[in-house]
Nanobody, 120 residues
Framework: QVQLVESGGGLVQAGGSLRLSCAASGSIFSINSMGWYRQRPGKQRELVATITSGGSTNYADSVKGRFTISRDNAKNTVYLQMNGLKPEDTAVYYC??????????????WGQGTQVTVSS
């Protein structure tokens, strides 16, 4: 079994910054891609950013230039640095990891979600 534990959400004023962290633990052989998704009120869950084990990144157009995704492979941890936050960034942010387990079976795992609220 694999667990993803997120931290770093909260309330911030528009223009401010937050840093999210997500640590994976459990029966992990390796982790391919890791990423962040968000679900805004009344909307479907959407991709924010992803990063491969080699460091290649992908961002939603709405966050390019403001958010930066990074990871520490030794710690099985992914980060999301969010700068220039806007009220429309208000959402529950979910961590995702594509994990190869110790029995060499791949699966996707999700964190429990962390609330980010940006006030205007």
């Amino acid at each position: 079994q694999v667990q993803l534990v997120e931290s770093g959400g909260g309330l911030v004023q528009a223009g401010g910054s937050l840093r999210l962290s997500c640590a994976a633990s459990g029966s992990i052989f390796s982790i391919n891609s890791m990423g962040w998704y968000r679900q805004r009120p009344g909307k479907q869950r959407e991709l924010v950013a992803t990063i491969t084990s080699g460091g290649s990144t992908n961002y939603a157009d709405s966050v390019k230039g403001r958010f930066t995704i990074s990871r520490d492979n030794a710690k099985n941890t992914v980060y999301l640095q969010m700068n220039g936050l806007k009220p429309e960034d208000t959402a529950v942010y979910y961590c995702n990891a594509h994990v190869i387990g110790v029995v060499r079976i791949a699966d996707d795992y999700w964190g429990q979600g962390t609330q980010v609220t940006v006030s205007s």
